[in-house]
């Protein structure tokens, strides 16, 4: 257990809809960055934040919006869902943010269809 | 921003035998290089690090070297075992779209044939 929940652990939902992925980091760390890997490829960065501001931003769709709140935890919104969004959506945490191992949570697979 | 290559993309060893994965990386101001494994399904664990200030570092049956004049590092697993089957995926801590973060090889996907 590497102290990164993480949830919902599976969706389902149709195209066009829209979902909220939910982190909450492991205790201590100010850092969450957002991965998405679909079948078969590596781990996509998305987005960082860093107590409560964002940090980084990677190759993340407009459709795509995510945000950190005051009591650290994260949630990456997902909207006008594709069938290519399709994925499993990772949420990660350190403490520093720069330079330090990054901490994995489970995971949620997203299924549109 | 950082670019990282990692080769092979599949690799299959009989059990006992080693296994070499490569990377290289792009920006030469990168300090840190994690490996992580990844069994289907699960999350991405770390298994060994690495920073700029060390040439090697070991670990029981895992090894990790650097070279940072060609940017390039190396996992070395030794002794191979069913249980080592799963996809490896390297990375570097290099600064991009304003901050450090890792960026990640494409994954080698290692397969132990007992």
């Known amino acids: 257990d590497s102290g990164v929940t993480q949830t919902p652990k599976h969706l389902i939902t149709a195209t066009g809809q829209r979902v909220t992925l939910r982190c909450s980091p492991r205790?201590?760390?100010?850092?969450v960055y957002w991965y998405q890997q679909s079948l078969d490829q590596g781990l996509q960065f998305l987005i960082q934040?860093?107590?409560?501001?964002?940090?980084a931003k990677g190759n993340i769709l407009e459709r795509f919006s995510a945000q950190q709140f005051p009591d650290l935890h994260s949630e990456l919104n997902l909207s006008s869902l594709e069938l290519g969004d399709s994925a499993l959506y990772f949420c990660?945490?350190?403490?520093?943010?720069?330079?330090?191992?990054?901490?994995f949570g489970e995971g949620s697979w997203l299924t549109v269809v | 921003g950082e670019n990282v290559e990692q080769h092979p993309s599949t690799l299959s060893v009989q059990e006992g035998d080693s296994a070499v994965i490569k990377c290289t990386y792009s920006?030469?101001?990168?300090?840190?290089f994690p490996w992580y494994k990844q069994e289907l399904g699960k999350r991405p664990q770390l298994i060994i690090d690495?920073?700029?200030?060390?040439g090697e570092k070991k670990d029981q049956r895992i090894a990790v070297t650097l070279n940072k004049t060609a940017k390039h590092f190396s996992l070395h697993i030794t002794e191979t075992q069913p249980e080592d089957s799963a996809v490896y995926f390297c990375?570097?801590?290099?600064f991009g779209a304003g901050s450090y973060q890792l960026t990640f090889g494409k994954g080698t996907k290692l397969s132990v044939i007992p």
């Open positions: 205790s201590g760390d100010l850092s």
């Open positions: 934040y860093y107590n409560g501001e964002e940090r």
């Open positions: 990375a570097a801590s290099g």
């Open positions: 690495i920073r700029s200030n060390v």
């Open positions: 990660a945490s350190n403490k520093q943010g720069s330079g330090n191992t990054i901490y």
């Open positions: 920006d030469s101001a990168s300090n840190y």
